[in-house]
């Protein structure tokens, strides 16, 4: 048994197409078999929501009277950095930028509350945000400052573009020294105290795809609450790593990169966040509808929570120092209970993603599919496969002066 991405699109135009999400799918399998699974579903969606510190949005603000070039000089929206080197008035503003004064940018471990994401999420919500810029002045380009309020209503471009997200597998983060530390993966108490990890295991889209079948370059994605884009592999992709025998990868490997219309989407699924001694980054949604063309992908979407397996770090010393230790490795049916065992000690587990908001974005382009709004997309390229060879490398520090 053998689809098309065209003929099933074909079944959503007439709407006839049987959608179900990456949780139903499951239990679907198990009662109706692979076989016969496959012979009924023509798409799963999937779900993933958390943190991805790799985001940003770029824009363009339209010229001033009289005209302004912005690159070369310093810009600012709500008090935080926002990158202009591109040219007149195109801005880049990443998920992880703080505000010149923050503490953080001080060497001090102070809270904070505001940065790159928080900006983010206030263009998405359709407030106004305040721009003050600075620059050199040219014959072209006379104007030195300006300081005004934009909003996303009136931006002649707005784009979400984030290079590395949907992390395929991650990190179980803990901590085997005496002091509380303060990671991206969240505050890891002391002691084997707790254990963060962030994915949505038998949702996330690249566990339902582990082996990037259908998923390419020019997928068709939800992204941040609108339609998006799979625009090329992400950074950090890293498909060689260990793998199960359902070729899910024990540890992480594949990454996004991703593009959309900032305009479409909604603060629901973009939303600023604050990590306590460590920065700020943003949550995002995304959901990836996996078409059903073989029985070999049903196989994939079917896997669950008890299959997947994920690495268990310590952040305290062999995370930052050196290549990391792996004290073990747990399932994601384990992690969601809320409680891992490591070296024999039974650890409270704290999730960065969010499940419940991971199975609303599959439910919402289960939804959108359904109603004949979404159409799947044949991707234009292909990932490099686990077999491709394609590694991530660590940085070849040489000594200042050596070429």
């Not at 990932?383 to 050596?402: H, M």
Request: charge should be neutral; include cysteine; hydrophobic fraction near 35%.
């Amino acid at each position: 048994m053998t689809k098309t991405i065209s003929e099933i699109n074909q079944k959503i135009k007439q709407g006839k197409a049987v959608v179900v999400t990456a949780a139903e799918i499951i239990e679907i399998a198990k009662q109706e078999g692979i076989k016969k699974a496959a012979e009924m579903v023509d798409v799963v969606t999937t779900g993933t929501f958390g943190p991805m510190c790799s985001s940003g949005a770029y824009f363009n603000i339209g010229h001033t009277k009289p005209r302004m070039k912005l690159g070369g000089g310093r810009s600012y929206l709500n008090d935080v950095p926002a990158y202009a080197a591109f040219a007149a008035v195109d801005l880049f503003i990443g998920a992880n930028a703080l505000p010149d004064d923050d503490p953080r940018n001080h060497n001090h471990p102070g809270d904070f509350n505001y940065g790159g994401g928080h900006v983010i999420e206030e263009l998405v919500a359709g407030h106004d945000v305040r721009l003050i810029a600075s620059a050199y002045g040219t014959d072209c380009y006379p104007r030195k400052k300006l300081e005004t309020w934009i909003n996303i209503k009136d931006l002649n471009e707005a784009v979400l573009f984030n290079m590395r997200n949907a992390y395929q597998n991650y990190n179980v983060a803990v901590n085997t020294s005496d002091k509380t530390i303060y990671t991206y993966m969240g505050v890891l108490k002391p002691r084997l105290g707790s254990a963060g990890y962030s994915s949505a295991g038998q949702l996330s889209p690249l566990m339902k795809d582990p082996c990037y079948k259908t998923i390419g370059v020019g997928t068709r994605i939800f992204l941040g609450g609108g339609v998006g884009y799979v625009a090329w592999p992400g950074t950090q992709f890293n498909p060689g790593v260990p793998r199960s025998e359902n070729g899910t990868p024990r540890g992480g490997a594949a990454t996004l990169c991703v593009i959309g219309d900032l305009k479409q989407m909604s603060p629901r699924y973009l939303v600023g966040t604050s990590m306590q001694g460590y920065g700020v980054s943003l949550a995002v949604g995304i959901g990836v509808p996996i078409p059903i063309l073989n029985e070999d992908i049903l196989r994939y979407t079917a896997i669950t929570d008890a299959e997947i397996f994920a690495p268990v770090i310590d952040y305290s010393s062999s995370y930052p120092n050196r290549e990391p230790d792996i004290l073990g490795e747990v399932s994601y049916a384990e992690l969601r209970s809320g409680k891992i065992k490591v070296q024999g000690k039974s650890i409270p587990t704290a999730a960065l993603s969010s499940y419940p908001r991971a199975l609303e974005i599959a439910n919402t382009l289960k939804d959108w599919i359904g109603k004949g709004e979404f159409l799947l997309s044949e991707p234009v390229a292909a990932l490099p496969g686990p077999e491709s060879g394609v590694t991530f490398k660590p940085l070849n520090e040489r000594p200042a002066g050596e070429y």
